[in-house]
């Protein structure tokens, strides 16, 4: 079954926002838990504190519907197309982060954040399979029998 880029994008805007959102509620339900102090008798209470937090929980199956469509996305197209876009993630977590948490982001990891924004366009610029056929445009390769 072929899948058009609108479908994939759509997927995977679908994935990085439950992605974002994930980690924006645990990081907001590990604030409410109390520090870790490193003794081996208090890892146990720690540990259910965060696994008793709602927002742990919820941010937790964002994150797990996150990588569900990750999965799809793998089983409809190449590793070397879906992995790459992924990190928009890189992107669109800490704008997450800036608004909903009140993070201080540097400008050098704007700059990063920008770079990534370039390596993902010119991802996204390729086609799936990137091969080119003899005409010069991009196709899907067909199996090849012996």
Not at 9 to 22: D, F, K, Y
Not at 71 to 76: D, Q, V
Not at 104 to 109: F, Q, V
Not at 126 to 132: F, L
Request: hydrophobic share 50%.
């Amino acid at each position: 079954m072929s899948f058009s880029r609108k479908k994939i994008w759509g997927l995977l805007l679908a994935g990085l926002l439950s992605e974002a959102v994930g980690f924006i509620l645990i990081k907001r339900g590990l604030a409410s838990v109390p520090a870790f102090s490193g003794h081996s008798l208090e890892s146990l209470s720690f540990l259910l504190s965060i696994i008793s937090s709602p927002q742990v929980l919820i941010g937790t199956a964002f994150e797990a519907l996150h990588f569900g469509i990750l999965m799809e996305l793998l089983s409809i197209s190449d590793v070397s197309y879906i992995i790459p876009l992924t990190s928009i993630g890189y992107v669109l977590t800490p704008v997450s982060a800036l608004f909903f948490l009140q993070e201080n982001i540097p400008l050098l990891r704007w700059i990063g954040i920008l770079l990534v924004c370039t390596g993902v366009a010119a991802v996204s610029l390729s086609d799936k399979s990137g091969k080119k056929d003899d005409a010069g445009s991009y196709s899907e390769v067909g199996a090849v029998s012996s």
